[in-house]
């Protein structure tokens, strides 16, 4: 293991990165954790080893924890490569992490034209969604709105609902909760 990629390493690098994003001096942060400048320096550069009580005052005026500044830089938990999968027509790329808590599911689609929508269903929730390219037509009950490039809707899933592409296909941004995701993304 190289001292770049040492827990210490890990640490110094995020160290820096959360004090250059707070846009703080070295003066700035040895205020505020009450450590000298020229001790961050050397902590920054792995000059001096880094203490416990230094990852403990740090990770306080930082505000993050002391497993954060140790989490090794890896893109897998920010980097998302959704795959292409489809169901009723419509094309679809999960943008929500398998292991997302939050309840919500984010989704690219690309919605078909479509001459005459589908069948209205409903289920419990919200669906939101902003149109990326093209025109959806939206029928909420007996009612259909237009919804162009660069708008959003919102509506309450209860109501009976349908979508499609109008004039063409549309491509849409998606957050919707489960209920939705098992209603829009399962045949």
Known sequence: MTQDDSLEGVA?????????????????????????????????TGQRRMALDHLVALARVLDTTVDELLIED????VVIR???????????WLLTPPDDTSGRVVVKMRLPERERLRETRVHPGRDWFYVLDGIVRLRLASREVLVPAG?????????????????????????????????????
């Open 12 to 44: 110094r690098r995020r160290l820096r990165s959360l004090r250059q994003a707070r846009g703080w001096s070295l003066e700035e942060l040895g205020r505020r954790a009450n450590i000298g400048p020229s001790t961050l320096s050397r902590l920054e």
């Open 74 to 77: 890896d893109d897998e938990d």
């Open 82 to 92: 959704p795959r292409r999968d489809s169901a009723g027509g419509s094309t679809f």
């Open 151 to 187: 708008r959003a809707a919102s509506f309450n899933t209860m109501t009976p609902h349908s979508m499609g592409g109008h004039g063409g296909p549309a491509e849409i941004l998606s957050i919707l909760d489960h209920h939705g995701e098992r209603a829009h993304l399962h045949t």
